[in-house]
């Protein structure tokens, strides 16, 4: 299904795949994210509340995602914040054993609650945990070590 998303002015291909798997594939302007809904929305209901319509409609507001793109980080088994904003939770302790799609902690940004998740390349068991609840990040901040199956 191929839509297109206007944001501030700025209008976006985005291309879902399939919407019953877990994580649902994004494409947007030709890159690819990884789309972990927090709740079961179906797409009529998404239509019919205004949030996606259907290719050349623009949207005028968008709804939240927590897609993201495998970083340099992500390989390297290192967790970053994607954004700047404040941990609201940390859900893995050092020796937790940790697989792709798991939860890793949650960032409140702009009001909005963002959960960083295990990436494709992030298999193995949390080594070092640098987060703590409340504490403010940065983007890029580093947020969790992990000792991946591939750096074993």
Known sequence: MKYNVKIDGKTYLVEIQDLQSHPIIASVDGDTFEVWPEETTTLKELSTSGSVNQANTPISKPGESTAKKPSAQ???GNVA?????????????????????????VLEAMKMKNTIRAGQNQTGTVKTVLAKEGEHVQQGQLLIELQTEDNL
């Open 74 to 76: 992500e390989k390297s």
């Open 81 to 105: 914040a994607p954004i700047p904003g404040v941990v609201i939770a940390v859900n893995v302790n050092p020796g937790d054993r940790i697989q792709y799609g798991q939860e890793l902690c």
